[in-house]
């Protein structure tokens, strides 16, 4: 006596429209509990939508390349009376499919990957206290992860046997929460007091992009070494032609100090390779990238969005003009595809339009450096002999020390500011 259950996508957060990257189970297939049935795949994350009981697919409701939402239906399996009276609880509370005569909805809790799973300590030695209760697959999988499995005290199988969305939860756990784990401390959460006891408060959601640009920039912060070197450049004279520039008769382009700093950028980067690198994912090698592309941070009603733009070693300054143009009025209309802000190897973040004197960007890994800019102004310059009113661009480099070292640093802003102490040194 058989009957018949629906496995949908589960509650996946506040994510919406999550793509399917893989689908491990086609129609005639006998599943088992905890057999991984479809991968989702977000900007940050991806996840295992496991089974919470066996039996027989009967039919699948997916394909790759499908987005998908709470809800949506993943496959009817077919279970025996005996399966579904025993069904495996999943990692998190789930109601327990009992075998009714119509097709029921069964949600089983997703499990997330870590991107990071270095956030659980993995150096220290595993200490078993030779009471965890797992198979060898999952302790296989714990020890993938640097969990030590004798840290998770009650698994969630039959007689408490620690199963795979246990470890995994575990991992999920010591991510958002900060679990102390052996020989190391991960981070604190930060108490969030209940502010109406102070005043009257309004709470708002924040956009999709200050989650994803805070999320970024959080795991930047906490991964790479980052130094900040400030210094400024002369730009008087460039100042005086891109004014000219401006004032061309029949010039229909708004020419801003912005793009002679991308094509300085560009030569230095030439002539500093590391500085058009990327530290590989295992940290052992520099890839050095034979394109050029530089990301333009513009902000955004919605926040912060960094468009790429192409080999700019190869565009006129005109060309930059029109492209920035296009980019940052699609950036503000919201329109800027993934594809837009992709491949970038050095970014710029320019506040020379709205002040400042110095910041301290944070780089935009896996770039290996940033560019941050703030508002030129007329200072006084000794040049031998007397003080020179000139007009001078702070400019701060930002760079990632496990790739770069002050000296280099310093040697490539002198180069930056070379170029833009004279913007004919292009064209040489
Ligand atoms: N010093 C003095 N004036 C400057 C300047 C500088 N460094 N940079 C720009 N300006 C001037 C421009 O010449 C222009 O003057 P006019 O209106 O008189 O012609 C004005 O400031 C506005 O420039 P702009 O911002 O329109 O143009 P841009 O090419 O300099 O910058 C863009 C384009 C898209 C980078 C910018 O609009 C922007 O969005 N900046 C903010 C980026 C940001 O948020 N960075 C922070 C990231 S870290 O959180």
């Known amino acids: 006596m058989s009957t018949t259950f629906e496995i949908k996508v589960p509650d996946i957060g506040n994510v919406h429209d999550v793509d399917v990257v893989a689908v491990e189970v086609q129609t005639g297939d006998v599943i088992e509990v905890d057999q991984t049935l479809i991968t989702l795949?977000?900007?940050?994350?991806?996840?295992?939508?496991?089974?919470?009981?066996?039996?027989?697919?009967?039919?699948?409701?997916l394909k790759v390349g499908d987005k998908v939402n709470e809800g949506s239906l993943i496959i009817t399996v077919l279970v025996s009376k005996e399966e579904a009276a025993t069904p495996a609880p999943a990692a998190e509370?789930?109601?327990?499919?009992?075998?009714?005569?119509?097709?029921?909805?069964?949600?089983?809790?997703?499990?997330?990957?870590?991107?990071?799973?270095?956030?659980?300590?993995?150096?220290?030695?595993?200490?078993?206290?030779?009471?965890?209760?797992?198979?060898?697959?999952?302790?296989l999988f714990a020890r993938e992860l640097g969990v030590d499995i004798s840290q998770i005290s009650q698994g969630n199988g039959r007689k408490g046997r620690i199963l795979k969305d246990d470890v995994k939860a575990y991992v999920k756990k010591a991510m958002t929460e900060g679990i102390t784990v052996t020989g190391g401390a991960a981070l604190p959460k930060i108490a969030v007091p209940d502010f109406?006891?102070?005043?009257?408060?309004?709470?708002?959601?924040?956009?999709?992009?200050?989650?994803?640009?805070?999320?970024?920039?959080?795991?930047?912060?906490?991964?790479?070494?980052?130094?900040t070197y400030h210094d400024e450049a002369d730009i008087t004279e460039m100042e005086a032609f891109r004014v000219a520039l401006n004032s061309e008769k029949n010039n229909t382009v708004k020419y801003t100090g912005l793009l002679f700093i991308m094509k300085a950028l560009a030569a230095a980067m030439q002539q500093f390779p590391r500085f058009n690198s990327s530290l590989s994912s295992d940290g052992q090698s520099l890839i050095f990238k034979k394109y050029l592309n530089i990301g333009i941070a513009v902000d955004t009603p919605n926040g912060l969005v960094v468009?790429?733009?192409?080999?700019?070693?190869?565009?006129?300054i005109k060309q930059l003009a029109l492209e920035i143009g296009e980019k940052s009025e699609k950036a503000r209309a919201g329109k800027l595809t993934a594809a837009d802000m992709q491949g970038g190897c050095m970014s710029i973040s320019s506040l020379g339009g709205i002040g400042g004197k110095s910041f301290t960007p944070i780089v935009n890994a896996p770039e290996v450096a940033i560019l941050g800019v703030t508002k030129s102004s007329i200072q006084p310059v000794w040049n031998g002999k007397e003080f020179e009113p000139r007009l001078m661009l702070p400019?701060?480099?930002?760079?990632?020390?496990?790739?770069?070292?002050?000296?280099?640093?310093?040697?490539?802003?002198?180069?930056?500011?070379?170029?833009?102490?004279?913007?004919r040194r292009l064209l040489v």
């Open 41 to 61: 795949e977000t900007d940050k994350a991806s996840m295992d939508v496991p089974a919470s009981v066996a039996g027989t697919v009967q039919q699948v409701h």
């Open 93 to 139: 509370p789930a109601p327990a499919p009992a075998p009714v005569e119509e097709a029921k909805a069964i949600e089983v809790a997703p499990a997330p990957k870590p991107a990071a799973p270095a956030v659980v300590e993995t150096s220290a030695p595993v200490v078993s206290k030779g009471k965890a209760h797992a198979s060898p697959a999952v302790r």
């Open 196 to 227: 109406t006891a102070f005043g009257e408060i309004e709470v708002q959601p924040l956009s999709k992009i200050n989650k994803l640009t805070g999320q970024h920039m959080t795991s930047v912060w906490l991964n790479l070494p980052m130094v």
């Open 307 to 316: 468009p790429v733009v192409r080999d700019v070693p190869s565009k006129s």
């Open 395 to 423: 400019l701060d480099l930002t760079y990632d020390h496990r790739v770069i070292d002050g000296a280099e640093g310093a040697r490539f802003m002198e180069a930056l500011k070379y170029y833009l102490g004279d913007v």
